[in-house]
């Protein structure tokens, strides 16, 4: 079975400023990642994916998140946030070549701060 | 476009109702899921259809039921048996390969009075 953890439910950040959103997963098999956007009372967006090769995935919005195998980590980053940035990021994983469902995170609400 | 549609996008309901919400895609995606979301408790599965005519429950199919008569559509309707069914739920779809992630609607947000 996986399992998703998000270490913070909530991160406040000034404007402009950089942002780390934390995810570590767990799982006996390799998966696909994924980093999804929810803005209120939206549904949820894909931001982006890990299926393989670089590590270093770069998705919409200018987010990017880097796959860490050995800690099984897929954080997720942004070298400058902006107001419209204000949502919240759920991390996801399902296992790779199986049709499963996939399991989210708990979700991380991003504030930003004018 | 093609894309997922949930109806209505609010929903009143008085309590002993039974109400239907409703999701239909045509992305032709195989996989359909329904979500409850809660604040501060993420996404909670529901119920989910990988094949017309099949569906399974989810973490919390108590007090809901579905169908899935069409590969379009995935109504799921909220029985007077669901305590507390006062949420945001969301609908979701996706291609027979875990490899393409979810597509989601928009949500339909049920309030009961």
């Known amino acids: 079975a996986q399992s998703v953890t998000q270490l913070d439910s909530q991160v406040p950040v000034f404007e402009e400023a950089p942002v780390e959103l934390r995810c570590n997963y767990s799982?006996?098999?390799?998966?696909?990642l994924f980093w999804y956007v929810q803005y209120p009372n939206q549904g949820l967006q894909l931001l982006l994916k890990?299926?393989?090769?670089?590590?270093l995935v770069k998705g919409i919005n200018g987010f990017e998140a880097e796959f860490n195998k050995s800690q099984t980590s897929f954080h997720l980053r942004k070298p400058s946030v902006h107001i419209s940035d204000t949502a919240e990021y759920f991390c996801?994983?399902?296992?790779?070549?199986?049709?499963?469902?996939?399991?989210f995170g708990k979700g991380t609400r991003l504030h930003i701060l004018p | 476009d093609g894309g997922i549609t949930q109806s209505p996008k609010y929903l009143f309901r008085k309590e002993g109702q039974n109400v239907t919400l409703s999701c239909e895609q045509n992305?032709?995606?195989?996989?359909m899921y329904w979500y409850r979301q809660d604040p501060g408790q993420g996404l909670r599965l529901i119920y989910y259809?990988?094949?017309?005519?099949?569906?399974q429950k989810g973490d919390i199919a108590e007090g809901y039921s579905v169908s899935r008569e069409k590969k379009e559509s995935f109504p799921l309707t909220v029985t007077s048996a669901q305590k507390n069914p006062t949420a945001f739920y969301l609908c979701?779809?996706?291609?027979?390969?875990?490899?393409?992630?979810?597509?989601f609607g928009s949500g339909t947000r049920l309030t009961v009075v």
């Open positions: 259809s990988q094949i017309v005519n099949d569906f």
């Open positions: 992305l032709n995606h195989d996989a």
């Open positions: 799982s006996s098999v390799s998966v696909y």
């Open positions: 979701a779809s996706q291609r027979q390969v875990s490899q393409s992630g979810y597509t």
């Open positions: 890990y299926l393989s090769g670089s590590t």
């Open positions: 996801a994983v399902t296992p790779m070549n199986r049709d499963d469902k996939i399991i």
